[in-house]
């Protein structure tokens, strides 16, 4: 019998040992919950500026395909044909020899909006803006809008 009981003793003890402690497991969670408050947003920081460097490549795309255009059209897309001129023949044209994108379509910006194209522009003969984030005019931060003109556009 003595020989039964320490072998139930000895289950107790093993069952004790083995596993984690809930106090322990708690720990390592608030851990891991600290690290993730720190490096959390740095790394939402860093897609947020990935977003707007391919909006500005984005932009300076349309701007070389755009300037293909004008060498064999003679002048930039009209505000109403837009950058589509530079996918599909726009309807007054005679001489074309797109498409200029690569895709054959006008792509969407980083954000999933469409592009405005302008023309005339203030600045020059026309201008692309990304509306950034919110898909808005003005903002600030990843909200801003991006042009062409390299500064943040803003209309009235």
Do not use: C
Not at 31 to 58: F, H, T
């Amino acid at each position: 019998m003595t020989l039964h009981v320490e072998t139930r003793g000895r289950r107790a003890d093993r069952r004790a040992e083995a596993g984690f402690t809930l106090v322990a497991m708690l720990v390592v969670i608030a851990i891991i919950g600290l690290i993730m408050g720190l490096v959390g947003p740095r790394v939402l920081n860093y897609l947020g500026d990935s977003k707007v460097k391919a909006a500005k490549l984005q932009i300076e795309s349309f701007s070389s395909s755009l300037d293909l255009f004008y060498l064999d059209v003679g002048r930039y897309p009209t505000g109403s044909e837009g950058l589509s001129a530079l996918a599909q023949r726009p309807g007054n044209t005679t001489i074309w020899n797109g498409p200029y994108l690569k895709t054959g379509a006008v792509p969407t910006d980083p954000w999933g909006h469409i592009y405005v194209y302008r023309a005339p522009a203030e600045r020059g003969p026309y201008e692309i803006v990304s509306l950034g984030s919110d898909g808005q005019e003005g903002g600030t931060g990843t909200a801003a809008d991006i042009s062409n003109d390299g500064a943040a556009a803003s209309r009235p």
